[in-house]
């Protein structure tokens, strides 16, 4: 079965530092990724999602993750991060099957302070 | 276009009372999804509906949760006893199809006392 893991609850920048949010996953085939973002009493949110193709892949409000296979790695990164960042992200892993049944990580709390 | 809407935002319940979550997926989308999601976890599919059948409820309890998508459309999720463990934030998402994006709603908080 896939499974993902992420590394770190929480994770603690300043404004206008890298962001790197840790994701390693399972998978006994090809697998779909994606990252999600929550916002405070808000649903989830797509940023980004590997399928096929190019491995680094670009999301939304700068963010980027780079599909490494040899690492069984899906880390999330961002250039410079933003007080609008703060939030909880989520990596998830599903099959490239037809019913797309999501398995979510436990999440990275992300702080960013002034 | 308008999102996933869900209602309640918030429920408080003694355990043993019962509860219904309601969720209204996007127009169109076929596919609806129930997550229930813990503090401090990742989100866990609990049932996943295509139109008005159920694809996947292997991790819906089914002892104490029911849910039922008639017409295809608007979705209720059940639990009835409650427990203190059920506790957590129900989130329901829809998709165009089953293997498409999926749309998240603002989730309902369950707090059983």
């Known amino acids: 079965a896939q499974s993902v893991t992420q590394l770190g609850s929480h994770v603690s920048v300043s404004e206008g530092a890298l962001v790197l949010l840790r994701c390693n996953y399972s998978?006994?085939?090809?697998?779909?990724l994606f990252w999600y973002v929550q916002y405070p009493n808000q649903g989830l949110q797509l940023l980004l999602k590997?399928?096929?193709?190019?491995?680094l892949v670009k999301g939304i409000n700068g963010f980027e993750a780079e599909f490494k296979k040899s690492e069984t790695s899906f880390h999330l990164t961002k250039p410079s991060a933003h007080m609008s960042d703060a939030a909880e992200y989520f990596c998830?892993?599903?099959?490239?099957?037809?019913?797309?049944?999501?398995?979510f990580g436990t999440g990275t709390r992300l702080l960013v302070s002034p | 276009e308008a999102g996933v809407a869900q209602s309640p935002r918030y429920k408080i319940i003694e355990k043993r009372q019962s509860v219904a979550f309601w969720c209204n997926p996007i127009?169109?989308?076929?596919?609806l999804y129930w997550y229930q999601q813990i503090l401090g976890q990742g989100p866990k599919l609990l049932i996943q509906?295509?139109?008005?059948?159920?694809?996947?409820d292997s991790q819906l309890p089914k002892d104490r949760f029911s849910a039922e998508r008639l017409k295809g459309v608007d979705s209720t999720l059940k639990i009835q006893p409650a427990k203190l463990e059920d506790s957590a934030v129900y989130l329901c998402?829809?998709?165009?199809?089953?293997?498409?994006?999926?749309?998240f709603g603002p989730g309902t908080r369950l707090t059983v006392l």
């Open positions: 998830a892993v599903t099959l490239n099957t037809g019913f797309q049944k999501l398995v």
């Open positions: 127009s169109g989308h076929a596919t």
């Open positions: 998978s006994s085939v090809p697998p779909y």
């Open positions: 998402a829809s998709s165009l199809e089953a293997s498409g994006r999926q749309f």
């Open positions: 509906f295509q139109n008005n059948g159920v694809v996947d």
């Open positions: 590997y399928t096929t193709g190019a491995t």
